[in-house]
């Protein structure tokens, strides 16, 4: 089972885009749609799908939250052919960021901004030893810019099943701003392959809620270890949510939490929703007594 879930905020489109995004991809599927009923949001959809084998989730929860460049998709496609096909399947509404053609990093690469705001950078490798075909991206701009190599240390410390993985340093001066050391990193964490890198060109783009990491815990011990290691945001804990020192937005949940609200009566999956929403760190036993009625 994926440990960690990448978890995506929309305002009202979160089926629509997964559906799109289904289409688009081998190996891809919606394995859940379902509503949270009075939430603060109102009654909000979530769809829990795959893409190429990779799992994701997603909310309709109100125009709170924007994606924006500081986390997209990245896409390592087998050809030029390829790189084509999605951007056709993409690039209707979209905001290209990087124009579609030849970089020095790839023969077919380009960087949009899909219509409902997800940010993708398909790439044309021409290599066999990138196994995970959609691996998020943390562009570590603003404050967070020359932190990249920091954080997935942290990340290392807090994941224990890790790979360190590749690291590319700028050369002297290849930067605009000063700040940045990692023009392009890849780690594992919990066996979710993620790339990092900071920005080159003086951004300004920063982490939100839009787009999160989802953990599964399999008890309250782990919850409560994850917790106690990543939150350093104390006004930014709710439902289950915390930001680490970098900004980077997190869900620390138990693993059965959807099969739960799957199985229970509306009644108790009211009661469990309610439960919830009420929390910061998420406490198993507490759900477990506000699904019963206790």
């Known amino acids: 089972m994926q440990k960690i879930i990448p978890h995506l905020w929309f305002d009202t489109q979160a089926v ?3 559906k799109l995004y289904v289409s688009l991809f081998e190996n891809s599927r919606i ?9 603060p949001s109102g009654d909000v959809d979530t769809v829990d799908f795959e893409l190429d084998g990779v ?22 496609c087998r050809s030029a052919e390829e790189v084509d096909r999605l951007y056709e399947g993409l690039k209707e509404g979209s905001e290209v960021l990087m124009p579609l053609g030849e970089y020095p990093f790839s023969k077919r690469y380009v960087w949009l901004a899909d219509k409902y ?10 290599t066999d030893e990138i196994t995970q075909k959609i691996r ?28 360190p993985g ?4 700028y050369q002297p001066g290849e930067a605009k701003d000063p700040r940045a050391r990692i023009n392009y990193a890849e780690t594992t964490l919990l066996g979710l392959q993620l790339v990092a890198m900071d920005h080159g060109a003086g951004g300004t783009e920063a982490f939100n809620e839009a787009f999160s990491l989802m953990v599964l815990c399999k008890d309250q011990a782990e ?30 949940v138990p693993e059965h939490l959807s099969r739960l609200l799957a199985s229970s009566s509306p009644e108790e999956a009211h ?6 929403l009420g929390m910061k760190k998420l406490d198993i036993a507490e759900l477990e007594k506000a699904r019963l009625g206790k």
């Open 31 to 39: 394995n859940s749609i379902s509503q949270l009923h009075e939430t």
């Open 223 to 252: 919850i409560d270890d994850y917790w106690q290691k990543l939150s350093a945001v104390p006004e930014a804990e709710q439902c289950g949510w915390l930001k680490d020192r970098f900004g980077v937005s997190w869900q620390i």
């Open 16 to 18: 629509e885009a997964a």
């Open 136 to 163: 998020p991206s943390f562009l570590f701009a603003g404050d967070a810019c020359g932190k990249t190599e920091e954080a997935l240390a942290f990340y290392r410390s807090v994941f224990l099943d890790t790979n």
């Open 271 to 276: 009661r469990i929703t309610q439960a919830f």
């Open 55 to 76: 799992s994701f989730s997603a909310i309709s929860a109100g125009p709170y939250f924007q994606l924006n460049p500081s986390i997209s998709l990245m896409v390592t």
């Open 117 to 126: 705001g997800l940010n993708w950078q398909l790439t044309y490798f021409e």
């Open 166 to 169: 590749y690291i590319n340093r």
